[in-house]
């Protein structure tokens, strides 16, 4: 059995990839903030699958890791925060709320591989879910957008430094979720792709042997290497 750990598995596209991965008979450990949402999706299993933290304490990566074994196949570092909504500007962008942002984004994705290196299976996966803020220049998204590029950039030296192992930076494209709501406040975003329609791109760098780099996971869905 395949042993990976998931972040943010309580909505959207943490959700909907972690049931895609229990479905192949993955035995995947689960986190999020919202413990009663966790429990929601994901009933009472073992107390060693579900488990609600922040991925900030140290002690909750931790939690992850162990609960995890001691050969770990996949880490998906996909929780991460949107930071104050509305978006502000840079200009008044609040610095103790961008540390925060960037302590989610950027700093627990890289602690939780670092604890989780030492197990990483030869070939195993790293998955880093970024975004196309990181790339684009769109106004009042420079706190999220630049927490994005510093995980680019962490990805892709992580890629170099271990050949051994798959390492992706992977945008998901627009996603009708709370969070892509949360950026657009009283829009109506039903237009978005639900999350499940990135799922198989996901699904191809976890399952095919591509090179560590970035992606769009529809341009990767249905190709097999």
């Known amino acids: 059995m395949q042993i990976g750990i998931v972040t943010g598995a309580s909505r959207g596209l943490g959700l909907a990839l972690t049931h ?21 999706e994901w009933g009472y299993p073992p107390h060693d699958v579900v488990i609600a933290g922040d991925l900030a304490d140290p002690a909750h990566r931790r939690a992850l890791v ?49 604890l989780a290196l030492p197990r990483l299976a030869t070939g195993a996966c790293i998955l880093n879910i970024t975004s196309d803020a990181a790339v ?13 590029a510093a995980l680019d950039q962490l990805t892709a030296i ?13 945008d998901p494209g627009d996603m009708r979720t709370q969070m892509q709501q949360d950026a657009f406040p009283g829009e109506d ?19 095919g042997t591509l090179p560590s780099g970035r992606y769009r996971a529809r341009d990767v869905a249905g190709v097999r290497v």
């Open 66 to 114: 162990e609960a995890a074994g001691p050969q770990i196949d996949l880490v998906v570092n996909n929780a991460s925060t949107l930071g104050p909504s509305p978006l502000p500007s840079l200009a008044e962008y609040p610095l103790d709320e961008l540390r925060r942002v960037y302590e989610v984004n950027v700093l627990a994705p890289l602690a939780l591989v670092q």
């Open 20 to 40: 895609a991965l229990v479905d192949r008979g993955w035995r995947i450990v689960v986190d999020a903030r919202d413990g009663d949402a966790l429990r929601r």
């Open 136 to 148: 684009e220049p769109y106004e009042t998204w420079g706190g999220y957008g630049s927490s994005k």
């Open 158 to 170: 992580l890629g170099a430094e271990h050949p051994g192992l798959r390492v992706y930076a992977v």
């Open 189 to 207: 975003i039903s237009d978005r792709p639900l999350p499940e329609e990135s799922v198989p791109g996901l699904l191809e760098l976890i399952d």
